[in-house]
């Protein structure tokens, strides 16, 4: 069966510091990956997806990148965090030959200080 | 490009009480639509999905129905529980089919 990893769970970082959260995807290959970011107020806004090894789609500009390094791994990045990148981060994987909906990970909390 | 809105929250029920939460969608043709549901501290759980027009998605008592005619994708229980108590979304496909919409969620708050 297909399972789905994010971590950490949570982060507390300063602002200026670099970010790093990892997703990793067993169990299914050629995954379509996504990251969205839950803020207070405003729901699931999506911030990339990525349909394959180095291939990323970002959706807004912003102070985050995206890498797609293995066929099962997604990771979100940011030189310097803002205190605006706070909120809670989730990864999500849909199969690429049909689209069923998505299989969440359990999220990362991130309060940049 | 398609888009979702569905009803502001909080939506505070007495434990056996009838529930509905309001989802209207935009879209071009007729994308699949989904509710999804986010209990605390957790990522989000795929709920049910329709994937055309007039189907009706259920799961764990909670239905919903595809209504082009209003556009609509209405999430109902007829008895609602204490461990229903979270977030909702509704979802929709965006228009180049790569990834989902969601609304802003609406919080579910069951009292026994």
């Known amino acids: 069966s297909q399972t789905i990893h994010q971590w950490p769970a949570t982060l507390v970082q300063p602002v200026g510091s670099p970010l790093s959260l990892e997703c990793t995807v067993e169990?299914?290959?050629?995954?379509?990956l996504y990251w969205y970011r839950q803020a207070a107020g405003r729901g699931l806004q999506l911030l990339f997806y990525?349909?394959?090894?180095?291939?990323i789609s970002s959706e807004v500009p912003q102070n985050l990148s995206a890498s797609r390094p293995q066929d099962w791994q997604f990771i979100l990045s940011s030189k310097k965090l803002l205190l605006s990148d706070s909120g809670f981060y989730l990864c999500a994987w849909s199969p690429t030959t049909d689209f069923y909906g998505y299989t969440f990970g359990s999220g990362t909390r991130l309060t940049v200080v | 490009g398609n888009s979702v809105t569905q009803m502001e929250g909080p939506v505070t029920l007495s434990e056996e009480a009838f529930l509905t939460i309001n989802c209207t969608y935009t879209a071009t043709g007729y994308p699949s639509l989904f509710w999804y549901v986010q209990y605390p501290g957790e990522g989000l759980q795929l709920l049910l999905k329709?994937?055309?027009?007039?189907d009706k998605g259920s799961n764990k008592g909670f239905e919903a129905t595809y209504r082009k005619e209003t556009t609509s994708f209405h999430l109902e229980k007829g008895s609602v529980q204490v461990s229903d108590s979270a977030v909702y979304f509704c979802?929709?496909?965006?228009?180049?089919?790569?990834?989902?919409?969601f609304g802003k969620g609406t919080t579910l708050s069951v009292s026994s």
């Open positions: 329709a994937t055309k027009a007039d």
């Open positions: 990525s349909v394959g090894i180095g291939q």
């Open positions: 169990g299914t290959s050629n995954p379509n």
């Open positions: 979802a929709l496909i965006n228009q180049a089919g790569t990834a989902l919409i």
